[in-house]
Structure formats: structure tokens, C-alpha cells
């Protein structure tokens, strides 16, 4: 049964740091897109950051500069590094992992990220 375990979220003053965690088991990790998404209270949830198999990045404006994604194969996870955050980026991150050409997506369940003084 596959399994997408996200950990590392929590309460942060602004400003502070988090590291999330995707810890990924049943499938075969390294064949996988793997992205965060958030979904804050009342919105939509929206794209993050995606890394490809091959390590192509790519993040959403807001977090550009502050937050750095990445994958350890070997491990079968996937991190979040997230620097100088903000009240706006309150919300529940999910984990996810795509593969396009066996047309399989699964999700974690999330993990809470409350940044607030």
C-alpha cells in the first residue's frame, strides 16, 4: 500500500525555519514527480515547489528565494527547507507524487504549518 508521510510541521514565529519531510514507501521513489502543495484556511490548495525525477525544480513566486526543495532517492523522501517565513505561508502542506507515465498521483495527509508571534 502506497504511503506519503509528511512530518516537520508546527508553530513558527515570522522570520523562523521549518524542514518538512515526505517520507514515501510501496512506490518506486526515484520514477516520481514529487511536490508540495498548501492549502490555507478558506483557499485552494496550490502548487509549491515540484521536483522531477531528473531534479527539475520549479516553485511558486511567493516562496522563491525563501524555501528549497529536494530529494534524497536512496532515502525515499522528499524535504521542504523553509527559511524567513511568514504569516501568509499558514497552512496545511501536503506531499505528493506523480508519475505521468503510469498515470498514478498519491497524497499525504498533511502537515500543519502555523507561522504567527
Known amino acids: 500500500q502506497v504511503q506519503l508521510v509528511e512530518s516537520g510541521g508546527g508553530l513558527v514565529q515570522p522570520g523562523g525555519s521549518l524542514r518538512l519531510s515526505c517520507a514515501a514507501s510501496?512506490?518506486?521513489?526515484?520514477?516520481?514527480?514529487m511536490g508540495w502543495y498548501r492549502q490555507a484556511p478558506g483557499e485552494r490548495r496550490e502548487l509549491v515547489a515540484v521536483?522531477?525525477?531528473?531534479?527539475?525544480?520549479n516553485y511558486v513566486d511567493s516562496v522563491k528565494g525563501r524555501f528549497t526543495i529536494s530529494r534524497d532517492n536512496a532515502k525515499n523522501t522528499m524535504y521542504l527547507q523553509m527559511n524567513s517565513l511568514k504569516p501568509e505561508d499558514t497552512a496545511v502542506y501536503y506531499c505528493n507524487a506523480r508519475n505521468y507515465q503510469a498515470d498514478r498521483d498519491y497524497w499525504g495527509k498533511g502537515t500543519r504549518v502555523t507561522v504567527s508571534s
Open positions: 510501496a512506490i518506486f521513489f526515484s520514477t516520481y514527480a
Open positions: 521536483i522531477s525525477s531528473g531534479g527539475r525544480i
